[in-house]
């Protein structure tokens, strides 16, 4: 049984969900409802399955070792064997493309997020692949379209610069042990924040000297893309932050650190860190089973649906997925698509799926499958997932990436009080406004 763990975050993992198309077995079907291919059929879709290509794939974070072997490698090699695949590990920042390109690299493929997308754009790597992916009779109407909007959006609008094949998912975790200890009644699906926060403070006390808070809340950009509330706005490309409802985002998230007890512990949101350490109740956040995995004998945990605002009921953050781009540089487009046909695989989908990388495939057998070969999900609230519905993705703008990094700068001088809200937030606009300008030069 396999109990390897491997993901993708913002800052995690290949997560953010899977993909599938129909490849079933043999090695023989192409996985997009083409039935089997010749070496003479590949041929003429530009791609020579006798000559040996080697295509470099740049990953910034979001592929194990463990992933990329399991899910590309060694698919690709059953069905493509003339296709070596050769991994550019660079580390995230903002200009982490710039700095490859500097170096003089020159990559096929790349995998990225949606809500990081415009960094993409900003280097020019971004292609429109709605023709090759034709070419490649690649059919994309069998994943979610909620995965395909919000990379469409990301991609400009007009057209896909990259196809989804994971997506995150959002949840509510909770410390099972937390509850029982306090006599307090477990979460539930479908609850508010407000609901939510109201646990929050039955289960925060202080024992022993030891503190045990209620809830982690996720950031706050995330929790208010369930409203449709960006940064940076799209038609104006001027800062949304003094927009009233961002104030009332924050003030909901004031409302959790002021229960006695946060400011004396402070953390900033997303510290899952602090769930698996068993000192949390509650988290709300993206997908953590890589992180419980690894404490997962010592954590008695499960999870229901992510908390809702009242504005958007079962509604989750906006869809927050991984893509895979062939780039704009790329001198070997059609063997890069093969890697895109294999990707997106129903063989491989499903195996993604077993082991517990959320699949975007619109068919619920595909969902059905998740985590079944994983051990420590067996018996899990695992259909709270799919309880909530993603949130449409904002219209991006090339200031999103550096918006975001200055908004969770000011986090903790608001949520500690160290400054006023409505200072905190003008100051946020004043330095996100600057960026902006500095930016369009």
């Known amino acids: 049984m396999l109990k390897k763990w491997m993901l993708l975050t913002l800052t995690t993992i290949f997560t953010a969900s899977v993909v599938g198309c129909g490849s079933t077995g043999g090695g023989n079907t192409s996985g997009t409802g083409e039935g089997s291919k010749t070496i003479a059929d590949t041929k003429s879709d530009g791609f020579d399955a006798t000559k040996p290509v080697t295509l ?21 090699k059953k069905k493509y064997p003339n296709i070596t695949l050769e991994l550019i590990r660079q580390k995230y920042s903002v200009d982490r493309y710039e700095l490859l390109l500097s170096k003089g690299e020159k990559f096929d493929l790349l995998f990225e997020a ?3 997308f415009d960094d993409v754009i900003a280097t020019k790597l971004a292609d429109n692949m709605e023709p090759m992916l034709k070419k490649h009779n690649i059919d994309l109407s069998r994943l979610e ?12 609008g007009q057209y896909l610069s990259a196809v989804p094949f994971t997506g995150h998912f959002n949840a509510l975790y909770y410390n099972k042990d937390l509850f029982d ?30 503190v045990y808070r209620g809830l982690d809340p996720d950031l706050p950009f995330r929790t208010a893309s369930a409203i449709g509330l960006a940064i940076v706005d799209a038609k104006s490309q001027k800062s949304n932050v003094t927009d009233d409802k961002w104030k009332q985002i924050f003030q909901m998230y004031k409302m959790i650190y002021e229960i006695p007890g946060y400011k004396e512990k402070f953390s900033n949101p997303n510290n899952f860190g602090e769930f698996t350490k068993g000192n949390l109740a509650m988290l709300a956040g993206l997908n953590i089973l890589p992180s419980i995995s690894k404490v997962a004998d ?38 890069a698509y093969k890697v895109v046909e294999v990707l997106l695989s129903e063989e491989n989908q499903l195996n ?20 079944k070969n994983v051990a420590f999900l067996q018996g899990k609230n695992l259909k709270a997932i799919y309880k909530t519905t993603p949130a449409k993705s904002h219209i991006p703008t090339p200031y999103d990436s550096k918006a975001r990094t200055i908004m969770n700068k000011y986090n903790k001088d608001i949520l500690t009080g160290t400054k006023d809200l409505n200072t905190a937030l003008r100051e946020m606009d004043e330095e996100i406004t600057k960026m902006i300008a500095e930016n369009k030069k």
């Not at 379209?145 to 400009?156: E, H, R, T, Y």
């Not at 009242?310 to 895979?324: L, M, Q, R, S, V």
């Not at 993604?352 to 619109?362: E, F, S, Y």
């Open 56 to 76: 470099k794939i740049v990953d910034t974070g979001l592929v194990t070792d463990e992933e990329f072997q399991l899910y590309m490698v060694e698919p690709l």
């Open 114 to 116: 949606n809500l990081l």
């Open 145 to 156: 379209p909620v995965a395909l909007d919000s990379f469409k959006i990301a991609s400009g």
């Open 181 to 210: 200890k306090f006599g307090v009644a477990y979460p539930k699906d479908g609850m508010s924040w407000d609901e939510t926060i109201e646990l929050a403070r039955k289960m925060t006390r202080t024992i022993d000297g030891n």
């Open 298 to 335: 010592k954590l008695n945990w499960d999870m229901v649906a992510f908390p809702s605002l009242k504005e958007a009921p079962n509604t989750g953050h906006e869809f927050d997925g991984h893509g895979i781009v062939v780039t704009s540089i790329s001198e070997k487009k059609d063997a």
């Open 352 to 371: 993604m799926a077993r082991n517990g990388k959320v699949p975007l495939l619109k068919d619920q057998k595909v969902r059905d499958e998740y985590g």
